[in-house]
């Protein structure tokens, strides 16, 4: 009876812990028909949070404090129509700015939230890129700095000036990636085939906080922040991870390369890393063998291992598992099991390495990913979903890991990197999808960190009232 009691306990403090609810608050305004988008503004200097929510031509945003306690609110007009993604914020003497783009990315606005007025404007800006394209933007302590490019080898770092404009602070050459790759790129795929188009931002934003799925981190140039820096790592050649931190304080550049693993006996052609902490991880692969590596960042191999074709893999922790489009008429989703089909499958396109930690243990998916659209689709090289809150990564990795497309087998690890036996608990993203499949008429979801904290928030339209939960 005392155990059945403690088991009963134990799931029901399990349930309540995993998520719980922030704050919840009703608009009677809006109507209960229309779909509505939202996001986040966190400020970092005083941990309160802005809830902005939009429907149509109206837009209503809340101000909460640190405990979550209501603090102001207001309702203005919406941005036009053509703005239709939310690139960062910056903050300044309690007002909060978003900037906004359209589609092209070649125009811009600016909606300012004023909370002690309770008032809000909108304002069509000029941003002079000059014959720059636009990278992306960060936001680093309640500031946004925009990243863009006139050359593909030359990096420009530009911050707001609260004064509807931006600064141009500093011009990086990458010297050293010039005969490889650049920052932007103007090739389209269809099928198999690449084809000359539009110039496009060549980099992927990684927010290696959260799981990130194989689509993402399969791309061979990632830009990851961590506080104030920002690391880019190309992967295009067939010797090293080629590797900048870029320091938003000092407006310094530092760079570093990290050779690939290598083989005796096999030449590998397919090469991709990931950043993780203190650590990079690194993978070489073939159709016939693949290496995996793992490395502090002072060039010390800290974990090794092999997969082989005709061997099965011996540090897996889950099935082979092919997602998405199949050979097989309306199956989305099935299991291999010969290692000569992994690699022949993940080698058909770009690898990729996820990492992060589940309850002290290190959480590791190796995979590929191969672009196969619709017959006479293109898709843009190096894309991933696009969201409204086209600044807020953590809710792209959400948005790409709950539609994945690969192929990739998962690993747990210690903490010295030692493989673990033993059966894959949820992750994050994997609770809050198991949370969200038992609600019905939400719309404006929104996965975000404040506070180091990861929380979900969505509007139910049937009872017109906002809920964000921590996870």
Do not use: C
């Not at 609110?73 to 036009?80: A, F, G, H, M, V």
């Not at 589940?358 to 995979?367: I, P, R, S, V």
């Amino acid at each position: 009876m005392k155990y059945t009691l403690a088991l009963l306990l134990f799931i029901i403090s399990n349930n309540l812990f995993a998520q719980q609810e922030a704050l919840s608050f009703k608009n009677g305004e809006v109507s209960k028909r229309v779909k509505k988008d939202s996001y986040t503004i966190s400020n970092v200097n005083n941990n309160e949070l802005a809830v902005v929510i939009i429907e149509r031509k109206d837009i209503y945003a809340y101000l909460f404090s640190s405990d979550f306690s209501l603090k102001s609110e207001l309702k203005t007009e919406n941005i036009k129509s053509k703005y239709d993604k939310a690139l960062g914020y910056s903050l300044n003497d309690g007002i909060y700015q978003v900037l906004y783009t359209n589609e092209n990315k070649n125009k811009f606005a600016v909606l300012s939230l004023d909370f002690d007025s309770s008032s809000g404007v909108s304002n069509e800006i000029n941003i002079d890129l000059k014959d720059d394209l636009l990278l992306d933007v960060v936001n680093y302590n309640n500031k946004l700095y925009l990243l863009s490019t006139n050359n593909g080898l030359t990096l420009n770092i530009s911050v707001y000036n609260n004064n509807l404009g931006f600064d141009l602070l500093k011009s990086f050459h990458l010297d050293e990636i010039e005969n490889d790759t650049n920052l932007m790129s103007s090739k389209v795929q269809m099928g198999v085939f690449i084809l000359a188009g539009k110039e496009s931002p060549n980099i992927t934003k990684i927010d290696s906080r959260v799981e990130n799925s194989i689509e993402q981190t399969s791309n061979k140039n990632k830009l990851y922040q961590k506080d104030q820096s920002i690391i880019l790592t190309f992967d295009v050649n067939e010797k090293e991870t080629q590797l900048y931190t870029m320091d938003l304080e000092n407006l310094t550049l530092d760079y570093k390369t990290y050779p690939y693993p290598k083989s005796k006996t096999t030449e590998f052609k397919n090469y991709n890393s990931f950043i993780y902490q203190d650590h990079i991880y690194q993978m070489a692969s073939s159709k016939e063998t693949l290496k995996f590596q793992i490395k502090d960042f002072d060039y010390n191999i800290i974990k090794e291992f092999n997969i082989y074709r005709d061997r099965p893999i011996t540090f897996k922790n889950s099935p082979i598992i092919q997602e998405g489009q199949t050979a097989l008429p309306f199956l989305t989703n099935r299991e291999m099991e010969l290692t000569k089909k992994y690699l022949r499958k993940i080698n058909g396109g770009n690898i990729g390495i996820s990492v992060t930690k589940n309850k002290g243990y290190y959480y590791l998916t190796l995979g590929g990913f191969q672009v196969m659209p619709p017959s006479g689709m293109m898709t843009p090289v190096n894309s991933v979903n696009g969201t409204f809150t086209g600044y807020n990564t953590t809710y792209l990795s959400y948005n790409s890991y709950s539609t994945t497309k690969s192929t990739y087998f998962n690993s747990i690890l210690d903490s010295k990197f030692n493989h673990v036996k033993g059966k894959l608990q949820s992750n994050i993203f994997d609770q809050i999808e198991e949370y969200k499949s038992k609600l019905k008429y939400i719309s404006g979801e929104d996965v975000f960190f404040h506070n180091n904290q990861l929380y979900f928030g969505y509007f139910n339209q049937k009872e017109s009232t906002y809920h964000l939960l921590r996870f």
